[in-house]
């Protein structure tokens, strides 16, 4: 049976499309993240140890913890929507900075860290009051980001803090007695 070009004009778009296939087959050691992100991007370990970060600031008790309402996807979107490409970068540097500063002084990644030694290194880093620490800016952000989104979801102001739509109640100085 002699070949045509038919023949092998499929086979070469069967290999190419083989070809293109290959890479979403091979499996990377590093998970991706949950979130897309348009100017920078993150591992999914990375988005994990966010999320442990910001429940260790606001922890679950009774109530919802800032892990329960995703306060570090809305870290992540804020710095990327909101955030210059310089403090991307210096988000990004204070991460690995973080994450090195908790190997130092727990010998082991934060993620891996009980509860006293994940908030001895944040206090730690809460008391520095040098400008140039990538860690203690990437903390302080951080922080600020979470408390943030804590204090905007619908938890807090549905059941901690009523919000009421404006104008609202009217709050008089002066009781009226009679009309």
Same mark, same amino acid.
């Given at each position: 049976? &002699? @070949? =045509?070009?038919?023949? @092998? ?13 290959? #890479?979403?087959?091979?499996? $990377? ?11 920078? !991007?993150?591992?999914? +370990? $990375? ?6 970060? !910001?429940? =260790?600031?606001? &922890?679950?008790?009774? =109530? #919802? ?14 710095? /990327? ?5 310089? /403090?991307? $970068? ?11 500063? +908790?190997? /130092?002084?727990?010998?082991? %990644? *934060? !993620? ?15 008391? @520095?009051? /040098? ?7 990437? *903390? ?11 204090? !905007? %979801? ?12 404006? #104008? ?5 100085? @002066? #009781?009226?007695?009679?009309?």
């Amino acid at each position: 049976m &002699p @070949v =045509t070009r038919r023949t @092998v004009i499929k086979q070469f778009l069967y290999a190419s499309a083989g070809i293109v296939l290959i #890479p979403s087959c091979v499996q $990377e050691n590093k998970s991706k993240a949950s979130i897309l992100l348009k100017n920078f !991007s993150i591992t999914g +370990s $990375e988005e994990a140890m966010l999320a442990e970060i !910001s429940e =260790t600031i606001i &922890p679950k008790t009774n =109530t #919802p913890g800032a892990k329960d309402i995703s306060a570090h996807l809305f870290l992540l979107k804020m710095m /990327d929507d909101c955030r210059s490409k310089e /403090d991307q $970068e210096k988000f990004l540097d204070g991460l690995k900075a973080f994450e090195q500063a +908790s190997k /130092d002084k727990n010998g082991k %990644s *934060f !993620s891996e860290s009980n509860t006293e030694q994940r908030a001895a290194l944040l206090a730690a880093l809460a008391a @520095v009051k /040098d400008k140039g620490n990538a860690a203690a800016e990437f *903390f302080s952000t951080v922080k600020r980001y979470t408390v943030q989104a804590y204090t !905007s %979801s619908e938890y807090f102001l549905t059941k901690v803090q009523v919000y009421e739509l404006v #104008p609202g109640r009217y709050h008089g100085c @002066v #009781p009226v007695k009679a009309a």
